[in-house]
């Protein structure tokens, strides 16, 4: 690799700032042919998902993953959009798994796991439960 993703993804979200939708396909497509000729181009998953993150962070936009037993409300999307204190892009996952509560993950990076399945989980292999004589 002659190039990091870092330095990938920097270059690419600098020469796609403020260019028409057929600059973009233009850059991108150039773009894919330069990582061809580089020898790059099996890293392109990782190069893009540097990309996401690198233009996110530079409109101040974070990435919320959250995982629930049901669908998150509006207000409590907004909560979560009030504290981390910037515009959020969610991904909502439903998964009957986590019984109840929530699990968010911020940017790929921050994890709160505030689920039932977690604090069982934990309350179990504590061996905290006493049998009773």
Do not use: C, W
């Amino acid at each position: 690799m002659r190039y990091s993703i870092k330095q990938y993804a920097a270059t690419v979200v600098s020469a796609l700032t403020d260019k028409s939708d057929k600059d973009e396909h233009k850059i991108i497509t150039n773009f894919f042919n330069f990582l061809r000729r580089n020898g790059d181009f099996v890293k392109r998953r990782e190069i893009f998902k540097e990309i996401d993150r690198v233009s996110r962070e530079s409109k101040g936009v974070r990435k919320v993953v959250i995982e629930a037993a049901a669908p998150i409300s509006q207000e409590t999307k907004k909560e979560i959009e009030k504290n981390l204190g910037a515009k959020a892009i969610f991904q909502e996952n439903i998964n009957p798994d986590v019984l109840g509560g929530i699990k968010i993950l911020i940017d790929d990076e921050y994890l709160v796991d505030a689920t039932v399945k977690r604090q069982l989980d934990k309350l179990f292999s504590k061996n905290t439960l006493t049998t009773i004589n």
